[in-house]
């Protein structure tokens, strides 16, 4: 029976790469058919939070993930000691100041590392190493090795960063007796700049990220390509699809760069792919409670989440963008200064006029009346699409004119187009 596990340690939120970690032992385990195990490390019970704890496990169930068991360090310290006592009784582990050391009875070691093959360990940097802190906590490599045994693991997949962990704790699983499981190290992931994703490069937790309005199938599909490829160039993949091509063996050695624009073009993706229903249930839950008027009904909203279905990159980025959409005191962005600077109210106050007329007031027939107001004054028809969108949003872009037009209805076009004339006509603003 083959098991791998996910090891975090509750002293931060899941990190990216943390949870990049997860994605690929849950991937191996629902590929292979073996077990998944997650296992708190919460032994340094001072940096450990309860509050790290309920988010890790929280976003590992929001990424679409889930484990089949879950053990805590922090309630195997009894065991631990056991161990500790044990080592010490067959001479290779000691007591000093309180702590217990264990002593390294070091030989090269060799492994077949599944993603980066033959790894040559020639030294250690030490002779021993603390196992029982003096303040009677295990150490991490001593906890680790003794639960992976245990707990039967036998694949451990896990950050390169640990590299220099491995020789000690197969040492330590010769040492207690143990089988020396198979190890596989994955790449780190980059940032732009070169070196390890740090709090420098900004957001580097699955909860940031989610704040930030992106969708959860997003950050995991993303999270996959860090490393792995699926082949034929195919980027948009599922966790279902992906458990099914999944292969260790096919895990790259070198690090995957991580980039925000990558990153923000597969969450467009998977935002276009959802119906209207779906992305106003998921907008809600990043708008202000009281963001939306009261008079904004189901209806209304879901055609405003219509309009934007095309443009959104981030779902945080809908509060601002629509909300010329419930509000009519806007105020022109700094953006548009070049297109209110011409005053134009001639002829806008002329299209006033003849959208006024327009008795179904839909897309087709504005748009047919905005042209033919272009036409008769003579002007190409940007010259008032501008104004328009300007008076109508407050920005310079945004969705398709006529549809924002038909949206918002009549009443609301005409008041702002009226309002950008009193704006020319310096009695507002
Ligand atoms: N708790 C360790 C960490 O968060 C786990 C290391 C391992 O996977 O062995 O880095």
């Not at 003794?146 to 040492?175: C, F, W």
């Not at 007031?361 to 008769?376: G, H, L, P, S």
């Amino acid at each position: 029976m083959v098991k791998v596990r996910f090891a975090p340690s509750p002293t931060g939120y899941l990190h990216v790469g943390g949870a990049r970690t997860c994605l690929f032992n849950w991937l191996y385990a629902r590929n292979t058919g073996c077990k998944f195990i997650l296992r708190i490390e919460d032994t340094d019970l001072e940096r450990s939070k309860k509050e790290y704890l309920d988010e890790i496990l929280e976003s590992i169930k929001w990424l679409g993930m889930e484990w089949d068991e879950i053990y805590y360090q922090s309630k195997r310290f009894e065991i631990y000691h056991q161990y500790a006592e044990k080592l010490i009784k067959e001479g290779k582990a000691y007591r000093k100041e309180g702590a217990v050391f264990f002593k390294y009875n070091f030989e090269t070691i060799e492994i077949d590392d599944l993603i980066r093959g033959k790894i040559v360990f020639k030294e250690l940097p030490k002779q021993e190493e603390v196992i029982i802190k003096s303040n009677n906590s295990p150490a991490y490599n001593f906890c680790c090795v003794i639960d992976d045994a245990l707990m039967r693991v036998n694949r451990v997949i896990r950050g390169e960063d640990h590299i220099s962990n491995t020789p000690k704790q197969i040492l330590m699983y010769k040492g207690l007796g143990f089988e020396v499981p198979q190890f596989a190290h994955l790449p780190l992931i980059l940032s732009p700049q070169g070196g390890r994703l740090s709090k420098r490069f900004g957001a580097t937790s699955i909860r940031e990220y989610r704040q930030m309005g992106y969708l959860s199938e997003a950050i995991i599909n993303y999270l996959m390509l860090l490393g792995w490829s699926p082949g034929e160039d195919k980027e948009i993949l599922s966790l279902s699809e992906a458990k099914n091509i999944f292969n260790i063996k096919d895990v790259n050695k070198t690090g995957g760069v991580f980039s925000v624009d990558k990153l923000n073009w597969i969450n467009g993706a998977y935002i276009r792919t959802k119906n209207i229903q779906e992305l106003a249930k998921i907008s809600k839950s990043y708008l202000g409670e009281d963001y939306l008027p009261s008079w904004v009904n189901e209806d209304y909203f879901h055609k405003v989440i219509a309009l934007f279905k095309e443009r959104i990159v981030r779902m945080t980025d809908l509060a601002d963008s629509m909300k010329f959409c419930f509000y009519d005191d806007f105020e022109y962005k700094e953006e548009t200064k070049t297109i209110l600077d011409n005053d134009l109210s001639d002829k806008i106050n002329i299209l006033i006029e003849n959208l006024n007329n327009v008795n179904n007031f839909m897309k087709v027939d504005i748009e047919a009346e905005f042209r033919k107001t272009a036409k008769d004054i003579d002007v190409k028809v940007r010259v008032l699409v501008h104004p328009t969108r300007v008076a109508l949003t407050g920005s310079k872009n945004g969705p398709g004119l006529f549809e924002t037009m038909e949206i918002l209805g009549k009443e609301k076009v005409l008041n702002r187009l009226r309002r950008l004339v009193k704006y020319w006509g310096g009695e507002n603003e």
